[in-house]
């Protein structure tokens, strides 16, 4: 099949559920068109020569068939223990009321499935709703734009801070036959707020599983927002995930990717600084092993001056496995004084793994202070000799040494309940497969 039968399949499942009384109808029109334009990309793709995330889809779905049905399950499993928050569950892109609870009192946050809040709150939505994330850039992107059935919108006020986090948890129901779903995320924090959001990602069944998320994310003026997101899903999962952040001066932005497990798994991160004073700061970890498939695309765009952003993604690859990074940062002629720094640090742990990275620099102005770089290699032999020597087995040394490399970016994790979780998954992750 061509890349070309495949986009037209899409298009026509997405056109045979299309709802014209959306109020969103005529975005999702512009999408489908530009979908129809770019098409699904192909093997000359420059953004995903190194993910032929098509050819996948092709290969292990079928990309008009309806979804296999919801069995009702029970999403406990999922769960993050000890981690107090507001809850959302999405089951298949649908959002499940019965599952989620809402415990932050009203006056700090506004938490609704978008599908209530296109409904209710229009003059919230409509202004950002597809304002942010431009589907004309990548068709993937535009996929979900057309195809959303529903996500969370979460609005925080001004001069407030959300003391409990938001824990949204994405839950694939493939036992009875594939599921494909789109999923759209909408949050607009207001001036002198702070909210902190993280993401899960789990499947129930062992059919495949794709699924396309969108997160548009406008923070105010002097706003912070915190954004975990983790990919540890045991099943055949796809996946493609798109944030895009606008922020407004002053403003603060933490974003922590965790990918863990899942098939191919492809991560575009986008961060607009419009505004002096902004502090950014992107993490990643991807540790994988067997054929799983890892890529985060980057892109940091500082457009005003006197603004900070630092980027560290690091990557420990085992088996056949595969790790793609590529980080972008434009420093526009307006944005003098711009500090930003980005790295991309790899393990190799195996002849047949492999990483591609791309680390980029583009800057018009010429007072600032930017570095990037990258480095790829296996374990030092000598301080794994040494631990060995001090009566540590081979396994327990590699483990160490491993969690001491992923390390560093625990270390950036305030909330004390989500940094135990991450760093459990971690631990026994290497102590396991490593």
């Not at 559920?17 to 093997?43: C, F, H, I, M």
């Not at 535009?142 to 948890?169: M, Q, R």
């Not at 922590?256 to 991560?267: E, M, P, S």
């Amino acid at each position: 099949m061509s890349e070309k039968n495949s986009t037209a399949e899409v298009i026509a499942a997405i056109e045979k559920n299309l709802d014209v009384t959306s109020p969103v109808v005529q975005l999702r029109k512009e999408a489908l068109s530009d979908l129809s334009e770019k098409g699904l990309p192909g093997n000359k793709s420059e953004e995903y020569k190194h993910t032929p995330l098509t050819r996948l889809l092709e290969k292990n779905f079928s990309l008009s068939q309806s979804n296999a049905p919801s069995n009702g399950i029970d999403p406990t499993p999922a769960a993050i223990p000890f981690v107090e928050g507001n809850t959302v569950v999405f089951i298949n892109g649908k959002y499940a009321a019965d599952h989620s609870r809402i415990v932050s009192p009203a006056s700090e946050i506004t938490i609704l499935s978008l599908r209530d809040a296109l409904l209710n709150h229009q003059e919230l939505v409509l202004p950002f709703l597809g304002k942010i994330a431009d589907h004309k850039t990548d068709a993937f992107t535009a996929w979900n734009t057309a195809a959303f059935v529903d996500g969370v919108f979460i609005h925080v006020p001004d001069n407030k801070t959300v003391e409990l986090p938001i824990l949204v948890y994405h839950i694939h129901d493939v036992q009875s036959g594939q599921v494909i779903s789109a999923t759209r995320n909408l949050v607009v924090v207001g001036k002198n707020s702070e909210v902190s959001i993280l993401e899960k990602f789990d499947s129930m069944g062992s059919y495949n599983g794709f699924s396309t998320l969108v997160s548009e994310v406008a923070v105010a003026e002097n706003a912070g927002v915190t954004w975990y997101s983790i990919q540890n899903d045991k099943g055949n999962r796809y996946q493609f995930e798109f944030k895009q952040f606008q922020q407004a001066r002053s403003s603060r932005v933490n974003t922590f990717t965790f990918t863990l497990d899942g098939k191919a798994i492809r991560n575009n991160l986008q961060l607009s600084l419009d505004g002096e004073g902004i502090d950014s700061h992107m993490h990643g970890l991807y540790l994988v092993g067997k054929d799983t498939l890892a890529d985060n695309h980057t892109v940091v765009d500082h457009k005003q001056p006197n603004s900070f952003s630092n980027e560290l993604y690091k990557g420990i690859i085992e088996d056949s496995a595969k790790g793609v990074f590529n980080g972008k940062i434009f420093v526009r002629p307006n944005a003098q004084k711009t500090n930003a720094f980005q790295a991309n640090r790899n393990i190799l742990l195996t002849d047949k793994a492999s990483i591609n990275t791309k680390p980029q620099l583009e800057i018009w102005a010429d007072d600032v202070k930017c570095s990037h770089g990258c480095t790829s290699g296996q374990l030092d032999e000598e301080a794994l000799f040494y631990l060995q020597t001090r009566g540590i087995n081979k396994d327990t040394a590699r483990a160490m040494m491993l969690y001491a490399f992923a390390g560093e970016l625990l270390d950036t994790i305030k909330h004390p309940g989500i940094k135990e979780y991450i760093d459990t998954l971690i631990s026994e992750r290497l102590h396991k497969n490593f």
